[in-house]
């Protein structure tokens, strides 16, 4: 996908056309549960400014928009209480790009996933 198409799934739920269950909001991003956990603790963490993915995000995004997603990390992982630094056992970030990459929503976003032992990277690399 190389345009951004505004009726995804996300851009909807950045409305408030479609529910979610919000984690934390603030001017440059948005977080909610995934609708399909893959840990115990698996949230997401898009911008509210319209990116396809990475790529796009660090290429295109402003320098304060780039700043206030990498802040919002940490804010979420302490708020629920899964980062070593607020007594958590730690976390994982995922953040699909592409077709091999199996990203399913073309709004960037990242996975945090957290709370059972997540075992090796990859299952399967070939
Ligand atoms: P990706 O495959 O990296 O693009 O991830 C997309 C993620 O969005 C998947 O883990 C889905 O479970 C999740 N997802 C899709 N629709 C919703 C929704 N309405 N609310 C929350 N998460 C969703």
Redesign the pocket.
């Known amino acids: 996908m190389t345009t951004y198409d505004n009726q995804n799934?996300?851009a909807k739920?950045l409305r408030g056309e479609?529910p979610?269950e919000k984690i934390y909001e603030d001017d440059y991003v948005f977080s909610?549960?995934?609708?399909?956990p893959?840990a115990p603790s698996?949230i997401?963490i898009i911008p509210k400014g319209a990116y396809l993915d990475i790529n796009d995000f660090s290429k295109n995004a402003t320098n304060e928009e780039i700043i206030g997603f990498n802040k919002s990390i940490p804010i979420v992982a302490d708020q629920l209480g899964i980062s070593e630094a607020a007594g958590g056992k730690g976390y994982r970030l995922?953040?699909?790009a592409g077709a091999e990459?199996?990203?399913?929503?073309a709004h960037f976003?990242v996975?945090l996933l957290a709370g059972r032992n997540l075992g090796p990277m990859l299952v399967s690399i070939k």
């Open positions: 799934i996300f739920i479609i979610c909610f549960k995934d609708v399909n893959q698996h997401l995922i953040s699909n990459a199996h990203q399913t929503v976003h996975h």
